[in-house]
Nanobody, 122 residues
Framework: QVQLVESGGGLVQPGGSLRLSCAAS????????MGWYRQTPWKERELVAT???????TYTESVKGRFTISKDNAWKSVSLQMNNLKREDTTVYYC????????????????WGTGTLVNVSS
């Protein structure tokens, strides 16, 4: 199993910045991709940003140029630097990992953190 713990959320004024962090831990595992998603009551959980093992990234269009996802080389920490925050960014952000877990090394399974709230408000 993989446990994911997010941190860094909170209250920030429009135009401000936050840095979200996600720490991965657990038994032996191999991560193929990690990302940040967000969930609003009227929408399905949506991708914000992902990062692959080769360092390539994807972003949803609404955050391009404002958010940056990064990781350490050991996949122990994945961060989301959020700049120029807008009220529309207010929601719960979730860390997600696509991983296989030893010793069985079965199929790739999605693991989720419990979320951290980002509240962009004046």
């Amino acid at each position: 199993q993989v446990q994911l713990v997010e941190s860094g959320g909170g209250l920030v004024q429009p135009g401000g910045s936050l840095r979200l962090s996600c720490a991965a831990s657990g038994s032996t595992f191999s991560i193929h991709r990690m990302g940040w998603y967000r969930q609003t009551p009227w929408k399905e959980r949506e991708l914000v940003a992902t990062i692959n093992t080769d360092g390539s990234t994807t972003y949803t269009e609404s955050v391009k140029g404002r958010f940056t996802i990064s990781k350490d080389n050991a996949w122990k920490s994945v961060s989301l630097q959020m700049n120029n925050l807008k009220r529309e960014d207010t929601t719960v952000y979730y860390c997600k990992a696509d991983a296989r877990v030893g010793p069985g090394w079965g199929s790739i399974v999605q693991y989720w953190g419990t979320g951290t709230l980002v509240n962009v408000s004046s």
